[in-house]
Nanobody, 122 residues
């Protein structure tokens, strides 16, 4: 199983960016998927989780600015990030969770991508 996160890069504060996460090696149409991020020197932080039916839940700091979506036919998940802030500079990871329910803990995820770096300049 492989998860390939892409779409990271450099963006100015207030800008937008869309991340993608493509899964291969198995199908996860029914599994919850999630986004986490880790800034230098900080712990991994929950960003968003999305169930197989598209229902999503977000971390407090991103709610209203980030939108998670998925295309089950393509085994791909997305994260649209708007109004980005410099403190959101981090490596963003996608993951596949155990089972169906929305999950906010990293320990509830069984497969992880390699991460994609998002740098937000001030």
């Amino acid at each position: 199983v492989q998860l390939q996160a892409s779409g990271g890069g450099l963006v100015q504060a207030g800008g937008s960016m869309r991340l993608s996460c493509a899964a291969s090696g198995d199908t996860f149409n029914r599994n919850t998927m999630g986004w986490f991020r880790q800034a230098p020197g900080k712990e991994r932080e929950f960003v968003a989780t999305i169930a197989w039916d598209g229902i999503a839940y977000y971390g407090d700091s991103v709610r209203g600015r980030f939108t998670a979506s998925r295309d089950n036919a393509k085994n791909t998940m997305y994260l649209q990030m708007n109004n980005l802030k410099p403190e959101e500079t981090a490596v963003y990871y996608c993951a596949v969770g155990y089972g169906l329910g929305l999950r906010v803990s990293a320990s509830d995820y069984m497969y992880w991508g390699q991460g994609t770096l998002v740098t937000v300049s001030s």
